[in-house]
């Protein structure tokens, strides 16, 4: 269960309801939000992000702890693994204590039975869930997702409360994924300087 969320349906039906606070839709595309700001790392005729910020390469530009809601809707599966440590950090940097951060993207292990299997007679379907629609040079799906994997990859970078449960009913195959940000996060130095009593 997601809290307030159990499903995507039930994210989305929220969406410009009940929302508070500084709320950051990354990776946007052409979905934006209202009282969200839309983040993408291009702007053109079809994507209007709100704010031009790439990621990968950029800090976000809000102080520390000020951010109550990231949310990156099918987007993290278009960016290389080698990036996340720096963009997960970056979000917990943002984050208030106990802010969430929502992800969203296709469960490769359930994409890739459904391919395997053909089901529903759809594979040339089951094999965009896996490498994207590939419409353009960034729709490529570039990491197999796994919600194990990315909760604890998430729990070693400053989140806890990591919970996940399929997108929606109709869309199993998908998962959502929410995680909060530590309010006291345990770190490296924090065990040293207990360990050696400074």
């Known amino acids: 269960m997601l809290g307030n969320f159990d499903t995507v349906d039930s994210v989305s039906s929220t969406i410009g309801q009940g929302v508070e606070g500084l709320c950051l839709n990354i ?8 009282n969200f700001i839309n983040v993408d790392c291009v702007a053109n005729e079809t994507v209007k992000p709100d704010l031009i910020c790439n990621i990968k390469k950029e800090k976000l530009p809000y102080a520390d702890n000020t951010v109550d809601q990231i949310w990156m809707l ?12 720096d963009i997960f950090r970056e979000y917990a940097r943002c984050l208030r204590p106990n802010g969430i951060l929502l992800l969203s993207y296709p469960e490769f292990s359930e994409c890739a039975r459904r391919f ?15 490498y994207g629609r590939q419409l353009y040079p ?5 990491v197999p997702m796994d919600s194990r994997e ?6 070693t970078l400053g989140f806890y409360r ?18 909060m940000k530590d309010p006291d996060p345990i770190t490296r130095e924090s065990v040293i300087v207990k360990e050696l009593g400074l």
């Open 116 to 130: 395997v299997n053909n089901v529903g007679n759809q594979k040339a379907f089951w094999r965009k869930t896996l």
């Open 27 to 34: 990776g946007c595309g052409e979905t934006t939000f209202p």
């Open 138 to 142: 960034s729709d490529y799906h570039v």
């Open 150 to 155: 990315l909760k604890e990859i998430l729990e």
């Open 162 to 179: 990591v919970q996940f449960c399929p997108e929606s009913k109709c869309s199993e195959y998908n998962t959502i994924l929410r995680a």
């Open 74 to 85: 099918h987007a993290i599966e278009h960016i290389e693994m080698c990036f996340w440590e």
